[in-house]
């Protein structure tokens, strides 16, 4: 375990540091800024940071199509508001469908940006 500081989740530590500088910026920088906003992932380490809960928040807050993925085992309020979103997707990656699940996203974003050049 290379960080030594931070909130332990299993066998690791979460550099909140990096995920408010880098991870919740990224999202609020796509609600600005962006179409779609897509969020990978929301898990049990990101929700240590409301720095990132409140980006994700105004992600779903907002009128932009939301595409999220979610860790499996992450329980909590703030996923319940993202799935409720009309317009937003959440997956949930489970080892059955890691490595297919990205085409599935593309797929999805497409048909948010062809569905939102017809409004």
């Known amino acids: 375990m290379n960080q030594k500081s931070g909130p332990p989740v299993g066998k690791y530590r979460v550099n909140l540091a990096d995920l408010d500088s880098v991870g ?9 800024n962006s179409d779609i906003v897509a969020i990978d992932e ?15 928040r105004r992600a779903v807050e907002s009128r932009k199509p ?8 992450a ?14 997707e ?5 080892l059955e469908n890691r490595e297919s699940l990205h085409e599935v996203v593309v797929r999805k974003a497409v048909e948010f940006l062809a569905n939102s050049e017809r409004r």
Do not use: C, Q
């Open 24 to 32: 919740a910026t990224a999202i609020v920088n796509a609600v600005d």
């Open 42 to 56: 929301i898990g049990p380490m990101e929700l240590f940071s409301e720095r990132f809960r409140e980006a994700v």
């Open 66 to 73: 939301v595409i999220s993925i979610v860790h499996w085992k």
């Open 75 to 88: 329980r909590d309020s703030l996923l319940d508001e993202v799935k409720g979103k009309e317009d937003a």
């Open 90 to 94: 959440t997956y949930v990656i489970t």
